[in-house]
């Protein structure tokens, strides 16, 4: 069964120093996201992407954090200077879409996980 | 602030006992809630989504909304105790084409 990948599974780094998150999408789906969920809270949407843009972003999406597809399969998140309030779990999700309408499903399946652990 | 609201439990059945997970949201103009399942350390797993009043059935899993009420839930019947895990209710959002927005998810123990 197709699933979403996540690499690294955990990350370390010192604060102020850039990360890249790395995901494969399900290799047929069309829209990308980036989720995080700090230690003990809710599992938080941050960004959105479809046809090569962002089609929705969080107000947790700031500067500091960008997405990219830079090849047919690969879907990344940068974090360009960590925070220590960066330290969480990163999710990468993928549906496959659907067309508009207010009954329009968006079934999104979870990749395994990046740890991310800002010192 | 729209919100998903989940009691975070912890709950606890016997097994082969019917779980009963339930979830209330706020933004009366959302239209798509989806059910996760996540064990401990691991990523959200997809169970089912529902986005018509009523129930909707799925193996041992089924799904109720209530618009009205702004209220859906998720029983298990038969519970296992592979199914103790954290259960999320998420809602897509009117105004918002792809955002889940997440409850804080309850914590179920299914005892052997």
């Known amino acids: 069964e197709p699933e979403v990948t996540q690499t690294p599974s955990h990350q370390v780094t010192q604060m102020g120093q850039e990360v890249i998150l790395r995901c494969v999408p399900i290799?047929?789906?069309?829209?990308f996201y980036w989720y995080r969920q700090i230690l003990g809270q809710k599992v938080e949407f941050l960004v959105s992407f479809y046809n090569n843009e962002i089609s929705e972003k969080s107000e947790i999406f700031d500067d500091q954090f960008s997405v990219e597809r830079p090849d047919g399969s690969n879907f990344t998140l940068k974090i360009r200077s960590t925070k220590l309030e960066d330290s969480a779990m990163y999710f990468c999700?993928?549906?496959?879409?659907?067309?508009?309408?207010?009954?329009?499903?968006?079934?999104?399946?979870f990749g395994p996980g990046t740890r991310l652990t800002v010192l | 602030q729209k919100e998903v609201e989940q009691n975070s439990g912890p709950l606890s059945v016997p097994e082969g006992a019917i779980a009963s997970l339930n979830c209330t949201y706020s933004?009366?103009?959302?239209?798509?809630f989806f059910w996760y399942r996540q064990y401990s350390g691991k990523s959200p797993e997809l169970i089912m989504f529902i986005y018509s009043n009523g129930d909707k059935e799925d193996g041992r899993f089924t799904a109720q909304l209530n618009k009205a009420s702004q209220y859906v839930s998720l029983l298990i019947r038969d519970s296992q105790p592979s199914d103790s895990a954290t259960y999320l209710c998420?809602?897509?959002?009117?105004?918002?084409?792809?955002?889940?927005?997440f409850g804080s998810g309850t914590q179920l123990t299914v005892l052997p």
């Open positions: 290799s047929n789906h069309l829209y």
């Open positions: 998420a809602a897509l959002l009117s105004g918002s084409a792809r955002q889940l927005t």
């Open positions: 999700a993928s549906s496959a879409g659907t067309s508009g309408g207010v009954n329009s499903y968006n079934e999104q399946f």
């Open positions: 933004d009366r103009g959302s239209q798509s």
